[in-house]
C-alpha cells in the first residue's frame, strides 16, 4: 500500500480537501461514505454574455470550470467522477444529483450506465426563479434531483416517517417547493458580488440529508463550492467530506462552516422508520406472557374474532395462519399487516398488538443501528 494511501486510510471527515476532484476522489477508500452529493458543473454553454432588457449584464455562470470542448469531452468527465463515488459508496450507500436541463438527462444516463438504481427524481420548484430576460423560452422555474442507490441490492437510507411528520403528516411528494438562495444566506466576495455563482439553499440541503442520512453518516460532496452540504452536515450531526478545486471557494466553505453550531442531541433525533425497527416475530409476545394462548384478538370495531394459539398463529371461523395472513383471509385481502390489524382487550378497550411488540423490543433490550440489530448492555 503506498504512502498516500495510508494517510487516507484515517478516512478524512469533517474537513474540505483542496484539489480536482478526480484526482482527491481515487485517493478515497473503498466503501467509505454513507451518501454523495453533487452539485457537478451544468455545462451551460452560454455562447457569451447575458443581458437584462435595461443592457446591464446577468451575474450567471461564466467560469471556466463549467466549460467543456464538447458533449463527449462532458460525458467523459461525468462518467469518471460518477464511477469514482459509486466506488467510494458504503453497499448500502446512494447519490443525490443535481443538475438543470443542460446536464441532468446526461446525467441520468451515465448514472444509469454505472450500475446505480434509481430510487426518485425530485423536482426542486423555485419560489423566485430568474427570469427569462430575453423572452424567448419558459422562465426556468425548477432543477431536477436524481436519488439513486448504489446498486439494485442496496437499501439505502430513507426516513420516510420523519419526512410525513415534516410535511404535517401527509406522504411527501418530489415536488419541492423552496426559494432559490438569497438574502444573508448568499454569500458574497468582498467587493459584495455572489462568492459563488450557484450556491445552493441550505433548505435544499436540510430536507436530503435529513431524508436520507442519520447522524453521524459521512457525506461526500465532490463539488463543494461554498460548503453549503458541510455547513447543513455539521448542523445536522452528520460528518462530511468536501472537495474544491477552487481555493477561494474553500477558504468562504471553511469560514462558513466554522461559524455552525450543532444542534443538541434531543433535537438531532429522527422519527424513526417502522422497517428499520429491530424484528420481533408475534411467537416473542406469547413467549414474554404478554398475550396467552386462548386470548381473543378482533379488528377494532370487533366484528372480526380469532383466538390466539400457542405456536404463535390464530385461529379464526376454522382455519388458522399467521397474524398477518389471517388479517388477509378475513378482509378477503391479498395482504395485511397484521401489528395494526389486530387488536387485544386493554382494561375495556381495544389497542393493537404492536404497542406489545414495542414494549417487546424495550424488555429485549434490542436497539436498532440503522444497520442492523443489537441488544443493550
Known sequence: MSQSRRVIEKRPRDRIITGECLAELKKLPDASVDLVFADPPYNLQLAGDLLRPNNTVVDGVHQGWDKFASFADYDRFSRAWLAECRRVLKPDGAIWVIGSYHNIFRLGVAIQDLGFWLQNDVIWLKTNPMPNFRGKRFTNAHETLIWASRDQKSRPTFNYEAMKAFNDDVQMRSDWLIPICSGPERLKDDGGRKAHPTQKPEGLLHRVLLATTDVGDVVLDPFFGTGTTGAVAKRLGRRFIGIERDPDYAKAAQERIAKVEVLGDRALETTRSKRNEPRVPFGTIIELGMLRPGVALFDERRKVRAEVRADGTLAA?????????????????????????????????????????????????????????IAAE
Open 317 to 373: 371461523a376454522g382455519r388458522h395462519g399467521s397474524i398477518h395472513r389471517m388479517g388477509a383471509e378475513v378482509q378477503g385481502k391479498a395482504a395485511c399487516n397484521g401489528w395494526t390489524f389486530w387488536h387485544y382487550e386493554n382494561k375495556g378497550r381495544l389497542a393493537p398488538i404492536d404497542i406489545l411488540r414495542e414494549q417487546a423490543r424495550k424488555q429485549l433490550g434490542l436497539v436498532s443501528t440503522g444497520q442492523g440489530v
